[in-house]
């Protein structure tokens, strides 16, 4: 059962437009959510956070939006550019099972192309 | 200053043997955390060590093991493979562990690509 779910495998835009990459969660114990970017025979890279308090997180391009009743986020990049192009995993943050550490779950990414 | 090292990065084995894949951490960061890549399935959390004890664990079989030295560098070991096992293996450090961000932020490595035939 996937807690974090990105539903689209791939997404495709032309330069200088708006990028909309969207995760949904189920899990209502998840406090704390990320956005990461992978370029290929690279690891993951954090690109922005936000906190369950907060609807809205700005850091130059990248904007990310979270809906709590909805149990959904999304990620604007804006403009975008050629080497936005990579794949973008979400990732939401609660308590570990053990109850003693945080531990992060994934989605299981969308490839983004932006087009010159 | 250096970013997470894992070694080795490519390898191919067989069904039944063994591999034991290594980390080591950015300089100064206790928290070491393992996850499997495969297509379609993201990043699959496999465990998070922090001066050497195992706080975290997720749900892999017990043929995936690992461990923490003294240092902070991390190894995992997967026993009996099974070809479901082929995928990438990716390693991230973090100062402590927590909220993942900020200070904090998870750092990974460019990961182990195991093969099994």
Wanted: hydrophobic share 35%; proline share 4%.
């Amino acid at each position: 059962d996937q807690q974090v779910k990105q539903n689209s495998p791939s997404l495709s835009v032309q330069e200088g437009r708006i990028s909309i990459l969207n995760c949904d969660y189920t899990n209502s114990m998840f406090d704390y959510f990320l956005w990461y970017k992978k370029y290929p025979a690279e690891g993951p890279t954090f690109l922005i956070s936000i906190s369950s308090i907060k609807d809205k997180n700005e850091d130059g391009r990248f904007t990310v939006f979270l809906n709590k009743s909805a149990k959904h986020l999304s990620l604007h990049i804006v403009p975008s550019q050629p080497g936005d192009s990579a794949v973008y995993f979400c990732a939401a943050s609660a308590i570990g099972s053990s109850g003693s550490a945080r531990q992060l779950t994934f989605g299981s990414g969308t490839q983004l192309t932006v087009l010159p | 200053k250096a970013g997470v090292t894992q070694t080795p990065r490519y390898l191919i084995k067989t069904r039944g043997q063994q591999v034991t894949l290594s980390c080591s951490p950015i300089s100064g960061h206790r928290s070491v955390s393992w996850y499997q890549q495969t297509p379609g399935q993201g990043l699959q959390f496999l465990f998070e060590y922090f001066s050497e004890t195992q706080r975290n664990k997720g749900n892999f079989p017990g043929r995936f093991s690992g461990r923490q030295f003294s240092n902070s560098r991390s190894e995992m070991n997967v026993s009996t493979l099974e070809l479901g096992d082929s995928a990438l293996y990716l390693c991230a450090s973090s100062l402590a562990g927590g909220l993942f961000s900020g200070a904090n932020v998870l750092t990974f490595g460019a990961g182990s690509r195991l093969t099994v035939l």
